[in-house]
């Protein structure tokens, strides 16, 4: 290929990469707005966490530490991935933390999340044979581990008063959520895509696409079915499960195929903000603010277990492996994350937004 | 060309994909918040309908029934013209219908939206030669569809109790549904050149952007004239008459025509919302929610027609052809279709978000 | 380079100026939704001032005045440049002009803008030599000179009685205001790499991500020291710092450097916000309605003066003697457009969108 090529497709890769990043801000930050009396904190926090896993996975690669890329635009791709993961993470425990311990989260998540990432997919102490684990889009290495990591640093910061406190939220709060649910959805292919070679595109964001409309009409069916109307919170989050839980596989299934996966993704995940969550909460004493273990954990689990199923020539084995692998170090960094987190103080009433932005 | 280039170009197409989904979701979909009480609920609708057309069509498609396209992602783009066109209808009965009914309305809009865009644009049926009508971007075969569509549904679907209940907006309303504006506008250049070759798509962005700016400035003049004082809902929705008007010639006629075309277009749209609307809901009793006729239905037509001027070699026996084969397809269809919705249920009042969703 | 090659690079530039237009329309136009009642009004002036500026800067472009390119994308990203300069220079002014000042502020504007854009960057008037002065994303020509012009028109148009009434935001103008603050942040790569060649892409767009994490860090850290809480218009406004002081150099510093570069202007933008705000408006009792001398002039000028000591074989001379010249040009011509528009009548009190707009 020409060099004329290679940097037209960088730039291909760099609209990717913004797309991305539109999710970051955007997605993440406005699906959060959902807690009515902490929405600015919410989306302050999220320029905070993105300002903070950028730089620092970005730095960490160029030094080519656990691994690294050679490429400007895939290591900043690399870095929003790390971003995402974190801004999932962030969700379990969003309301629970001060803004400066957003920040200590980030520094204390990256690095295990970039341990995991090069066990999994760069051959890493030589766990997983490189190119073995499948999981193109991150179901697995993105999503499931920052929902655990996540799980793990909330069994150490919320408490039983803050799961007493009902979350509020209210017409606009869900409007600007429901927004943030928007943003994803509409640029999740370009996530799952983002480091796909461009022949491989099309047919990727076809499947990334179908997944998300089938688990966006699982959700509206599971939520009237379980619940008896709609539950907008449902429509916001469980409408992307599609997208989660294709990503292991989105540019090695049928179209069929994804729509399919789509549909069980957004059925589990309405199913576990439904069911679940309560149930959960109700025998830890726990709170997951955002849900994530129903948007991100279950499905990007489905995600990576599915793949084995859906893919030819797959290694059993080492998909189980790397699922394993992620489980462990995410639930235990993220405990670890906690106890370190608990020392800079914790509450044991969520925070609102007057308590450190000045509010008119 | 090369298999390289051949791959890079679908990957340009489908950017533009992605931004038409943006304007699916957060255009099309925050545009209808406008409605203070149904704002989640059309949020939810605006998700459905997006998830029943673009697998519908894509299925429609792939078998090659009522023609049908080899790429991926062309099939995609045609998909999102499709359900883009569905969401115009939908506008018509906004808040009339129930969940459930947004979605049969997408089973039953799309055969026939397929037959109408086969007859015109793929010689189906031998009535309209293949190529001889113009309408890159689909002021007819989209737009104007659509609306017309739409009308026909409402004919069965509302009912005069509904045409006296005022719509009410606030100011929160007002600056979401600004906000789908504005989505709308800003992507609109990829919409028209979706399927537009890279040499010609610095012409037709341009053309688009112009039309744009020209139905703006109308709207706000036109606005003002004909009521006294500007009307949010005329600026965010006649604004983008230029957009609609400019899609039949947007890559065939000069900047100063595109910007002339989206003046007359923003002029003619401003007097449908200020004039003609009230004067029209009056004499047939009829409610068009979201104004469809003034936005869509009119500068559609206006666009398809104003081909036979702006363009040189134009069929103006075919251009009429095809405009007078849309208005009967699409009335009569829509008509169809809302008797068959008004078979599973009708209500003479419209409905709130609290109906149908879990209200906090 | 083939023909195919040079269009689908048309493409790509297509890309980036869909990219600024979301951030003139949503972001700009969002971020000034923070005056809770002028929001409407703001997205309104904001759709108007775009739609001015756009065809008119076009037209003269292509009409060969003041320079002039040949390409029509690169016309539409420099008109979008000159729509930019245009929206901050009338961030100054927000809320004390009707429509139709706008509308004339933006044909006012837009002729100077080309003025001096003309001298710094095409050698017009022989002042400064053609590629001497560097500027690529605009910290001067774009951000610099639209805050001064705006001075110019404040010195007019606002009265001691605006500085004495507080301008009043609430939870959900804060949200619209940060939501238009992510859009800028996330397509604000676009809009520096606009006019990069595709090899230069990457390092631009890391560079312009890097600065504005260190601007959204410092922000945060700057605010809480200098106010004792954060302050949420310091984070939508103060956190874009970091991408108006890197547009000067963005395609030739380290990701270090760039880093440093956003930390540092961060802080002086915050430091504009908390302390200079009150104390210049204080002195000369006139208001500066978004603060754009603290995110646009004084990062702007801190931009163009930066590239001395962090660009190679720069020429000193020539960057001063731009940066100067912009500095005359913008408030002269600033200070006689403000005549001008003061001749069309002025108000002693902000606007309320219920003045010129039918409010429900």
Redesign the interface.
């Known amino acids: ?1 020409t ?3 290679i ?6 890769k ?2 990717r ?3 991305i ?2 999710m970051l ?2 997605g993440f ?2 699906l959060m ?1 959902f807690v009515k009396k902490y ?2 904190s919410a ?2 926090a999220t ?2 966490l ?3 896993a ?2 620092l996975y ?1 730095l960490k690669d ?1 030094q080519g530490l656990l691994g690294g890329v050679d ?3 895939d ?2 791709i690399l870095a929003e991935f790390a971003a995402a993961s974190l801004l999932i993470c962030a969700g379990a425990v969003l309301g629970r933390l001060k ?1 400066a311990q957003y ?1 200590l989260l980030g520094l204390l998540f990256v690095p295990f999340y970039a341990l995991n990432e090069w066990i999994l997919l760069d051959g890493g102490l030589g766990l997983v044979e490189h190119g073995r684990f499948v999981d193109t889009g991150g179901s697995v290495v993105i999503h499931a581990f920052g929902a655990l990591f996540g799980l793990g640093v909330a069994a150490s910061m919320t408490t039983r008063k803050e799961y007493e406190t009902p979350i ?5 709060s ?3 959520s ?2 943030g649910s ?2 994803l ?3 999740w ?2 996530f799952c895509g983002a480091l796909v ?3 491989d ?3 990727t ?2 499947n990334v ?2 997944a ?3 688990s ?2 699982a959700t ?1 069916a599971a939520s ?1 079915k379980l ?1 008896g ?4 919170a449902d ?1 916001a989050n469980a ?1 992307l499960a599609g997208g989660v839980a294709i990503g292991s596989t989105c540019d090695k299934v049928s ?1 069929l195929i994804a ?1 399919a996966i789509g549909i069980l993704a957004g059925a589990l995940s309405t199913f576990g903000f439904a069911v679940i969550q309560n149930r959960f909460q109700n025998s830890i004493k726990k709170i997951d603010t955002c849900g994530v273990l129903h948007l991100h954990g279950l499905p990007g689990l489905f995600g990576g277990l599915i793949a084995m199923l859906t893919v030819n020539g797959i290694s059993h084995g080492d998909q189980i492996k790397g699922i394993l692998i992620t489980i462990v170090i995410a639930i235990v960094s993220g405990l670890f994350a906690g106890k370190i987190l608990s020392l800079t103080g914790r509450r044991t009433e969520p925070y609102t ?1 007057s308590e ?5």
Not at 356 to 360: A, G, K, M, T
């Open positions: 290929m060099e004329d090529l940097s037209i497709i960088d730039v291909l760099y609209f990469a913004i797309h990043m539109a801000l955007l930050g406005f707005v929405g600015r989306i302050t320029y905070l993105v300002s903070v950028v730089p970005f160029s490429s400007d635009i290591r900043l803004m920040m509020e939220a209210d017409a606009t869900d409007r600007f429901l927004l928007m943003v959805w509409v640029f292919p370009s070679a461009p022949a595109i099309p047919m964001i076809v696409i179908l998300l409309c089938g966006t009409i509206y009237l619940r109307k709609v539950c907008v429509i409408a179209p729509f937004d450190e932005l000045i509010v008119d």
